[in-house]
Nanobody
Framework: EVQLVESGGGLVQPGGSLRLSCAAS????????MNWVRQAPGKGLEWVST????????TYNDSVKGRFTISRDNAKNMLYLEMSSLKLDDTGVYFC?????????????WGRGTLVTVSS
């Protein structure tokens, strides 16, 4: 069974930085695009970023463009999200999610999430 385990969340001040990680297992990681999705308290899911299977093509929600960087290490089966210049609105649970194809915005498996709290 596909497993995705996020880590790296925590409390950070506005303007600060944080790096999220997602450990993937039980599937051929380098065959599939991967995504980060977040959910702010009391709100719905919001797509954050997608990276293709090779790590060469990335896309971002306009709300995080220029501040967040998605990356992957296929040798280690790891997905990352580098977050900088964090804002209060970035608070939420961050999920990594697998796509069913080498490039797709569809998501078929999700992790349990890691909480990011941006607060002074």
């Amino acid at each position: 069974e596909v497993q995705l385990v996020e880590s790296g969340g925590g409390l950070v001040q506005p303007g600060g930085s944080l790096r999220l990680s997602c450990a993937a297992s039980e599937f051929t990681f380098n065959n599939y695009a991967m995504n980060w999705v977040r959910q702010a308290p009391g709100k719905g899911l919001e797509w954050v970023s997608t990276i293709d299977q090779g790590g060469t093509h990335t896309t971002y929600n306009d709300s995080v463009k220029g501040r967040f960087t998605i990356s992957r290490d296929n040798a280690k089966n790891m997905l990352y999200l580098e977050m900088s210049s964090l804002k209060l609105d970035d608070t939420g649970v961050y999920f990594c999610a697998k796509s069913p194809y080498w490039w797709s915005y569809e998501m078929d498996y999700w992790g349990r999430g890691t909480l990011v709290t941006v607060s002074s």
